[in-house]
């Protein structure tokens, strides 16, 4: 590996051909990952992409009059100190729109610094000449979000792209999010609170709460995750609507289990209650905040559901 400050000005314009292919076929990337959610910024990156490879045939027509025809493979990986490598954010589906717009302002700025700094160390008055008008190419591009809600997009499509956006946030992370909390909050509460009042034993509830808690994170996860693949709901890949929903049954369920480490018996479940109250509280908000539910109404739903959960659970025990 080497350092930018060791490369010949053959390598500078090497590396600076590579960045420039690379990024354009990132651009095409984002445009086909958003194309079918999000038309117009696809647009935009379809002809991000185009200048990028304009870039790339500006730079390699001077290389091929300066060094021949022979073009070293030199990519960011291969030089110290510089230019940073990317996460494949490109490959990942489904996209974020706020993701993908923040992804490509950092790389325009990033390209920026590069010509900047490899025309401060070429010597050759063409080829400074050439990075010059690149970097000042790069610096003369609006923000990419600003060119996306400014130019491009109009106001109308815009606000459909970005309820778009909203509403696969809803469908791929809090709707599952919440069918498991709700499960892991909601279900646990009966073996919990039957096993306290059985036993009367911090420690065997406290095991009870756990082993509750896993199971219907495991059963959720794998129940949400073989629901559907996504392709037709737009509710994203199996396995990350499965992650979040087993994650957050498992959470809703430990939230009231880990009071009954205290050793006090009734000291641990009064703790308890209160965390239960809480949850159910939280629960009633994300209904009222995403799902667009009056909150009243979200809390007598819930908190009906819970209290019936948790009676039960109480007259099981003391039977």
């Known amino acids: 590996m080497k350092r930018f400050a060791d490369l010949s000005e053959q390598e500078v314009l090497a590396l600076a051909i590579t960045n420039e292919e690379e ?19 696809a647009k935009v990156f379809d002809e991000m992409a185009e200048e990028e490879v304009q870039h790339r045939t500006w730079l390699y027509d001077l290389y091929r009059q300066k060094f021949g025809d022979y073009l070293p493979l030199i990519r960011r990986q291969d030089v110290k100190g510089f230019m940073q490598q990317r996460q494949p954010l490109w490959l990942m589906h489904p996209l974020g729109l706020d993701e993908v717009r923040k992804f490509a302002e950092n790389m325009e700025f990033e390209a920026e610094r590069f010509y900047r700094k490899a025309a401060e160390t070429s010597r050759d008055a063409s080829v400074r000449q050439l990075l010059i008008q690149l970097a000042e190419a790069e610096a003369g591009h609006e ?83 073989l629901s559907d693949d996504g392709s037709l709901t737009g509710r994203g890949t199996p ?38 109250v809480i949850e159910l509280a939280v629960i009633s908000y994300i209904r009222f905040r995403y799902m667009d539910t009056p909150f009243l109404q979200a809390a007598f739903q819930i908190v009906v559901g819970g209290t019936l959960v948790f009676i039960a659970g109480i007259l099981i025990g003391s039977a």
């Open 23 to 41: 990024d354009s076929r990132i651009y095409r990337g984002f445009a086909q990952g958003l194309r079918d959610q999000f038309p117009a910024s």
């Open 143 to 225: 923000s990419l979000a600003h060119k996306l809600s400014a130019t491009i997009l109009t106001k109308g499509a815009r606000e459909k792209e970005d309820e778009t956006a909203r509403r696969m946030f809803l469908l791929q992370y809090v709707q599952p999010g919440l069918v498991g909390l709700m499960d892991g909050s909601v279900s646990t509460l009966a073996p919990l609170f039957a096993a306290a009042f059985a036993t009367h034993s911090p420690w065997e509830t406290f095991l009870v709460g756990m082993a509750a808690s896993v199971g219907a994170g495991i059963s959720m996860g794998f129940a949400e995750a």
């Open 239 to 276: 396995w990350l609507r499965g992650t979040v929903s087993g994650v957050m049954t498992t959470l809703g369920g430990v939230g009231h289990t880990l009071p009954y480490l205290i050793p006090d018996f009734w000291i641990a479940t009064i703790v308890a209650i209160i965390v239960v």
